[in-house]
């Protein structure tokens, strides 16, 4: 056997095999002898058929399959051996015109070299790294919602503003059947004065699409599809059940122990301060994102990397899914290009920084991981041993693996960036970063 690479140019080279007939004639007539062993043909008994006619059955199905089999094998072992760095893998040569009834057998396999480059951080034009903070708004509406939350539900007899109810809506064939706790300003305007002084017990009628003034609440809360006309013209029958009126608690230092831990607040001025920060850190991800996707545009535009084009497309085809043209290839490529060329900046940066994820750095992230959960939920942290515990359940799950270990590179990569690349800081409030971040 033969095997030699050819580099056509920078990007692009052939891999040529040559297959002879004492490659493979010991492994095809052992598989054969084998066949002879089993075969059932009938004039013959089991284990007593002629070898000869069993190289006239199966000779030429044996021979491809063992030919092929070694081609495969030794193209894998000589990329490897000669640390060839492909891009995608090698592909059958269009070229390829194989005599299977001869001795000897060329294989041609077209091959794309991964291209030179070098990295660049210096945008012309600054990134801007948001930051969402709160304002005034924002934080007092936390507080109200937290007084909510915490405060004191007193029984009251007839439904005024702000009140909550407790209200069973359903139609006469049943069809409509549901138990709901709302507040009565996000019924229809029309329907909320019907409700406004009506005591518990009572009931009032209304058609199902007019009960709420949001329609995505009449879908959810009344379980019909938006598609289903009928149901929503369903006259609904509401019968009050309870009524109440949520007294906020109080903001004094128990409720702020309760919240936040103890002694960690002790005033109003504290608590703002507090949820700034959670609030701040809650939208961190988002922020980050943002972030990240500027940096990928920055590098990808900003850094000269060629691709061998022509054989890619090729490549997408003959691995795609489903069965695809080369016009259909093409458009794939078109669409793959941009995240290619990032790929290949990102595993440069991973290498030439050492920011490769191992089996001990997984494990240490998915303890650390495990505390944070635990006291975000008030949980007392478990002892080291039963950490460990918990983390070999989670490492035994190879899906999680994969998911943690791409999550934590992905840290490692953005903070690399941050690190090595000037950005710009920039504050604005949620509403500000939804129009930039996700504007047309």
Do not use: C
């Not at 091959?111 to 945008?123: A, Q």
């Not at 608690?249 to 607040?265: H, R, T």
């Not at 093409?330 to 440069?348: C, D, F, N």
């Amino acid at each position: 056997m033969k095997i030699s690479s050819a580099k056509k140019n920078k990007l692009y080279g052939i891999i040529t095999i040559v297959i002879e007939k004492d490659d493979y004639e010991h492994k095809v007539s052992s598989v054969l002898k084998k066949y002879s062993k089993t075969a059932s043909i009938p004039g013959f008994r089991k284990g007593f058929v002629p070898l000869s006619l069993i190289k006239k059955q199966y000779g030429s199905a044996v021979k491809v399959d063992e030919i092929n089999k070694l081609v495969d094998s030794s193209l894998k072992k000589f990329i490897n051996d000669e640390k060839l760095d492909l891009l995608g893998g090698p592909i059958p040569s269009e070229n390829n015109n194989l005599d299977w009834t001869s001795d000897s057998i060329s294989f041609d396999f077209e091959i794309g070299y991964s291209p030179e480059f070098k990295l660049n951080f210096k945008p012309k034009k600054q990134i801007i790294q948001y930051d969402i903070i709160p304002d005034k708004k924002n934080i007092n509406d936390q507080i109200k919602n937290i007084q909510d939350r915490y405060g004191k539900l007193i029984n009251k007899s007839k439904i005024k503003e702000k009140y909550e109810i407790t209200g069973s809506f359903f139609s006469d064939d049943n069809t409509i059947n549901e138990s709901i706790v709302f507040k009565i300003d996000i019924l229809n305007p029309s329907f909320r004065k019907k409700v406004l002084g009506l005591t518990v017990g009572k009931e009032i009628e209304e058609q199902a699409s007019k009960i709420f003034k949001d329609s995505r609440d009449v879908l959810s809360k009344l379980k019909i599809e938006s598609t289903d006309k009928e149901k929503l013209k369903k006259v609904v029958k509401v019968r009050i059940n309870e009524v109440n009126e949520r007294e906020p608690a109080k903001l004094n230092p128990e409720l702020f122990d309760k919240i936040f831990g103890k002694d960690v607040v002790k005033n109003i001025s504290q608590m703002k301060n507090k949820l700034s920060e959670d609030f701040i850190k809650q939208f961190q991800t988002q922020t980050n994102q943002k972030l990240m996707n500027d940096t990928i545009e920055f590098l990808v535009s900003s850094i000269k990397i060629d691709l061998p084009k022509d054989f890619l497309t090729r490549w997408i085809q003959l691995n795609s899914d489903k069965k695809i043209n080369s016009d259909e290839a093409k458009v794939e490529y078109e669409k793959s290009e941009k995240g290619m060329k990032y790929q290949l900046i990102e595993s440069k940066i991973i290498v030439e920084n050492n920011l490769q994820v191992n089996f001990e750095d997984l494990k240490k992230y998915t303890s650390d991981l495990i505390k944070i959960q635990m006291q975000q939920y008030g949980q007392p942290v478990a002892d080291e041993k039963n950490i460990e515990q918990t983390v070999a359940r989670v490492m035994s799950n190879k899906e999680e693996v994969k998911r943690l270990t791409e999550q934590l590179s992905g840290e490692r990569i953005l903070n690399f960036f941050k690190e090595n690349i000037s950005y710009k800081s920039k504050k604005l409030t949620y509403d500000q970063f939804i129009k930039v971040a996700y504007q047309a």
